[in-house]
């Protein structure tokens, strides 16, 4: 998104009627580049196109049912375990470079059909960031063993999430 404030800094300039040349430079990129993004109206992150397309045939597309077999088998299965099985049984058919290539293919599946994750949300409390709070709405045993009524009292508790410190105050209704 650098890319953006520059082109709309760029633009700014040109608005105001700084010649290109300049508002390129106030903008901290060339001509040239300032030119394109110009005539092209748009944010360089509207001009970006995904990358959906593949350059190269899957060189594991024919033996890939053996290597899912393989990873639903024992799931504990590395790549490169899997790429040295499959070049003992093909021999010639792989190059040593491919390994990468089997890798990723085995990490996207595993992604989406692998085993599940246990997802551990990690706490990180800073100091005097956050207070717990909680309060209990009668204290001791639940009566007042003075009149044999309930108490008309409770018990508040402050915690600090970093330090763990705690403070507890007894709180008292009013009556009206």
Known sequence: M??????????????KGTA????????????????????????????????????????????????IAQLE???????????????????????PTQMRTLQRHIARWRAVH?????????QRHQPGERAQSDAHPYG???????RGALPSHGLSRMSLTYSNAEAISLCRERNV
Not at 8 to 15: A, G, I, N, P, T
Not at 23 to 29: F, H, I, L
């Open 73 to 95: 088998r024992d799931p504990a299965l590395q790549g490169s375990t899997l790429f040295a099985l499959l070049c003992e049984q093909h021999p010639g058919c792989y190059r």
């Open 114 to 122: 692998g085993p599940e994750h246990e997802v551990i949300f990690e």
């Open 20 to 67: 290109q040349r300049l508002a390129a430079a106030r903008a901290g990129m060339s001509e040239r580049t300032a030119r394109k993004y110009e005539q092209a109206g748009q944010l360089p992150s509207h001009l970006k196109r995904p990358h959906i397309w593949a350059t190269r045939a899957n060189p594991f597309e024919e033996h890939w049912p053996w290597v």
């Open 140 to 146: 001791g045993s639940g009566r007042d063993h003075c």
């Open 2 to 15: 650098k890319k953006d404030t520059e082109v709309k800094l760029l633009m700014q300039e040109r608005r």
